[in-house]
């Protein structure tokens, strides 16, 4: 089992920058990809990013390539999603996840990731 904990939501104004971060526990993450999805008001849930947990390659969504950028202490064990530029489309509640898949499979797979945390809202004032 995993557990994820999602920290550093905010409002924040379009062009300006904000770091999330998922305090993640549990045993054998190095058998895991952890990753970000965000659902805004209205939408169904979307991937944005992953990152496999022993290597550290990552995979993105490309709506946000070039302007989020995932990255994963071990140290800490904590998942970052570094997000830069901000528009108000952004706005919505991000959730950190955790699957047994590897990243790219998790940005390409149609079943939803194993385990969430409880998400954090992000909203971007115009």
């Known amino acids: 089992q995993v557990h994820l904990v999602e920290s550093g939501g905010a409002l924040v104004q379009a062009g300006g920058s904000l770091r999330l971060s998922c305090d993640v526990s549990?045993?054998?993450?190095?058998?895991?990809?952890m990753g970000w999805f965000r659902r805004p008001p209205g939408q169904e849930r979307s991937f944005l990013s992953a990152i496999n947990w022993n290597y550290g390659t990552t995979y993105y969504a490309d709506p946000v390539q070039g302007r989020f950028t995932v990255s994963g202490d071990k140290d800490k064990n904590v998942v970052y999603l570094e997000m830069n530029n901000l528009k108000p489309e952004d706005t919505a509640v991000y959730y950190c996840?955790?699957?047994?898949?590897?990243?790219?499979?998790?940005?390409?797979?149609?079943?939803?990731?194993?385990?969430w945390g409880q998400g954090t809202q992000v909203t971007v004032s115009s």
């Open positions: 549990g045993r054998s993450l190095g058998s895991y990809a």
């Open positions: 996840i955790a699957d047994l898949a590897t990243a790219r499979a998790i940005g390409q797979m149609t079943r939803s990731p194993a385990h």
